[in-house]
């Protein structure tokens, strides 16, 4: 039996093609995946992403938890900023990536310490993991919860902010004061600016009861609501790694691109901690880059890539609606440079490809080198 | 979601027109496009090449996938749709409208084991 969020008869009602995606019926398109794609990147589109799972943290010993599961440091955090960062194994292997929030005292929340936002296949497994290594801190002060009375909706793309604002008057100063990366509370609304997109854009958890209509709101101001088809060709454009696909248990974030968002200079025992000092001190670690296909077809996850340095694999493919070329995300031995001409094996054969630098796109505009 | 009286079906929702001069147009069936989202890519086969029934023929790749189109019957390619090539997306906006090659049927008589329109409506339902 599929989950369902609480837009799900919205979506049906607007005849959005429905999938499977993690247990829960989501919505990949409501017609052209491609055209959703372009209102992300020119104006304004919406998605629901009420899927994805959030775990509030309270208590005093939400810092040290936290500073112990978490391979990035939320020491970095003042209140109201938001942290990327993986959850890792002992063996370095990655669980699932989140977003941290840091809330408490001086925010709207002073009772929750820290929202962490994660995947909805892995949200099982992630809280199963958390209780696990709770348990080694005895009796301190701290409760997880599952928030499952919230729905949230991702708005994203330059006209974003402003078009929630004129929706939601009461967002206005806020959304408008906001800096990226920030989380700011209004009444039971919680706004983040953050995304998975390469746009601006913010993303709202409110509770669930008030999401339909919040939904309907946007829509009739001219957000455009967008399914799961054009939030992975727009996360793939800005070079943003998907769980599952660029990244899982069998591999090290040092391999996955995600070296940057693991601290390894504050003196702190996470998880994972040795076996990521371990793999830096072997040397010869894979790299994460971008593929452009130089002619026609398009790169799929798992094909193979050929470089003068050894084999490689697409983790992630797509047809990239901006660029109007196919683009990949690969794992390539050490030595591989941007820029350097590659061998892929597509489906009809061997094909060249152009190494470059993540991301693709940002903001709108185009990064990536011409073909 | 409409399936035109006049073609004949393949169970992998290939669609077949038989013509006047007895070679058959090809394409993918309007429910095939809409499960395959906007297509982005088009592999077509070479004119004069010979396939056999069911026999992988050409390639279309949507955003999501890669989907394998296959030879409706045994025949050899007399032509094949060049203008799609820039503009896989012709078969999003009109499927029925856009064949992908033309094929000269080795027996005239196998499209008869192909699916009437009321034989492929009751398979897409099925489908759904």
Known sequence: MLKHTPLFELHSAAGARMV??????????????????????RDCGMFDVSHMRAIDLAGVASRDFLRHLLANDVDRLVPGKALY????????????????????????????????????????????????????????DLALRLRTDLA?????GPQARARAAQVAPQLATLLADLGPFHAAVQGDWFVARTGYTGEDGCEIALPADQAPAFWQALAAAGVAPCGLGARDTLRLEAGMNLYGSDMDET????????????????????????????????????????????????????????????????????????????????????????????????????????????????????????? | MTVPADLHYTESHEWVRTEADGTVLVGITDFAQEALGDLVYIELPEAGKTYA?????????????????????????VAVNESLKDAP????????????????????????GLLDAAGYQKQIDSEK
């Open chain 1, 152 to 156: 949230l909706i991702a708005i994203q």
């Open chain 1, 20 to 41: 499977d995606f993690g247990g829960w019926e989501m919505p990949i398109n409501y017609g052209s995946q491609i055209e959703e794609h372009h209102a992300v990147r």
């Open chain 1, 251 to 371: 591999l090290s974030p040092l391999e996955a691109g995600l070296a940057w968002t693991v601290d390894l200079r504050s003196p702190r025992d996470f998880i994972g901690r040795a076996a990521l000092e371990r793999q830096q001190a072997a040397g010869g670690l894979r790299q994460f880059l971008g593929l452009r296909l130089l002619g026609r077809g398009v790169l799929r996850s798992h094909q193979e890539v050929q470089t003068a340095q050894g084999p490689g694999e697409i983790t992630s493919g797509t047809f990239s609606p901006t660029l109007q070329a196919s683009i990949g995300l690969a794992r390539l031995p050490a030595g591989v440079q941007p820029g350097d001409e590659v061998t892929v094996t597509l489906r009809s054969g061997p094909a060249p490809a152009r190494v470059c630098r993540l991301p693709f796109v940002r903001h709108g505009k185009v990064l990536a080198p011409a073909a």
């Open chain 2, 53 to 77: 029934a069911r026999q992988v023929i050409a390639v279309v790749e949507s955003v999501k996938a890669a989907s394998d189109i296959y030879a409706p019957v045994a025949g050899t390619v």
């Open chain 1, 85 to 140: 960062s993986c959850l890792l194994r002992p063996d370095g292997g990655v669980i699932d990536d989140l977003i941290a929030y840091r809330l408490g005292a001086g925010t709207g929340l002073p009772d929750i310490a820290y929202r962490l936002v994660v995947n909805a296949a892995t949200a099982a497994t992630d809280l199963a993991w958390m209780e696990q290594v709770r348990a080694r801190f005895g009796q301190a």
């Open chain 2, 89 to 112: 997306e012709a078969l999003n906006q009109d499927a029925f409208g856009s064949w992908l090659f033309r094929l000269q049927p080795a027996n005239a008589a196998d499209t008869g």
